[in-house]
Each structure stands twice: as structure tokens, then as C-alpha cells.
């Protein structure tokens, strides 16, 4: 029961306050390029954490290679080292922006291990 309901809660209390006490001390484009790296992982190891107690159900590694290339995909972009024109206006046609992406984290890091 700890593991289904507690881990979950633990682990994004812990890192949130970790991101929460490192963002003061980190300023600047490098500050703000660390802060979206830990968010994204904070959120990833938030859907890790989701799926922790249950079993594996899929052993392929081609499905986890896909979901890593789109957690890597929406980070880069997040970051804003991609852009490409005609890709933000479907995106943004498409609600794909803010949250909505933090959500996407979170999704990949609970089916990579679903």
C-alpha cells in the first residue's frame, strides 16, 4: 500500500521542493535551461512512480526507445532549441503548449515502465 499511494506523493513533494529551492539560486539562460531539465524529470519519475507497483506487461525495448525519443523530443523543445514554424502552429492548433506538456511528462515516464 506504501508503495501505490505514498512513493507517488513522496516523490513529487521531495523533487518539487527541490526544483522550488533551486530556482532562487540558479539565474540567467543556463538557470532557466536547468530549471526545465529537473521539471521534466521531476514529472517523468512523478509517471515512474505511478506505475511502480504493478507488473511489467511489456518487455519490448522498441516501445521504450519511442517514448524516450518523445520525452526527449517535447524537452528539447521546451527548451526552445527547436523550433520549427509550421510544427508550432499544429501545436498550438492542437492545445499542445504549457501544461499540456508537463502532462506529456508525465505520461511518458508512466507508460515506459507500464
Given at each position: 500500500?506504501?508503495?501505490?499511494?505514498?512513493?507517488?506523493?513522496?516523490?513529487?513533494l521531495?523533487?518539487s521542493?527541490?526544483?522550488?529551492?533551486?530556482?532562487?539560486?540558479?539565474?540567467?539562460?543556463?538557470?532557466?535551461?536547468?530549471?526545465?531539465?529537473?521539471?521534466?524529470?521531476?514529472?517523468?519519475?512523478?509517471?515512474?512512480?505511478?506505475?511502480?507497483?504493478?507488473?511489467?506487461r511489456?518487455?519490448?525495448?522498441?516501445?521504450?526507445?519511442?517514448?524516450?525519443?518523445?520525452?526527449?523530443?517535447?524537452?528539447?523543445w521546451?527548451?526552445?532549441?527547436?523550433?520549427?514554424?509550421?510544427l508550432?502552429t499544429?501545436?498550438?492548433?492542437?492545445?499542445?503548449y504549457?501544461?499540456?506538456?508537463y502532462?506529456?511528462?508525465?505520461?511518458?515516464?508512466?507508460?515506459?515502465?507500464?
Amino acid at each position: 500500500m506504501y508503495r501505490k499511494y505514498f512513493l507517488p506523493i513522496a516523490v513529487l513533494l521531495g523533487l518539487s521542493l527541490g526544483v522550488r529551492w533551486l530556482d532562487p539560486l540558479l539565474n540567467g539562460t543556463l538557470g532557466e535551461a536547468i530549471i526545465i531539465i529537473l521539471r521534466a524529470v521531476l514529472l517523468f519519475c512523478f509517471g515512474l512512480s505511478l506505475n511502480i507497483a504493478k507488473r511489467k506487461r511489456y518487455e519490448t525495448w522498441v516501445r521504450k526507445v519511442l517514448i524516450s525519443f518523445v520525452f526527449i523530443f517535447f524537452l528539447v523543445w521546451d527548451l526552445g532549441y527547436i523550433m520549427i514554424p509550421e510544427l508550432k502552429t499544429v501545436f498550438n492548433y492542437l492545445g499542445l503548449y504549457g501544461y499540456i506538456v508537463y502532462l506529456i511528462y508525465i505520461y511518458c515516464g508512466w507508460s515506459f515502465f507500464d
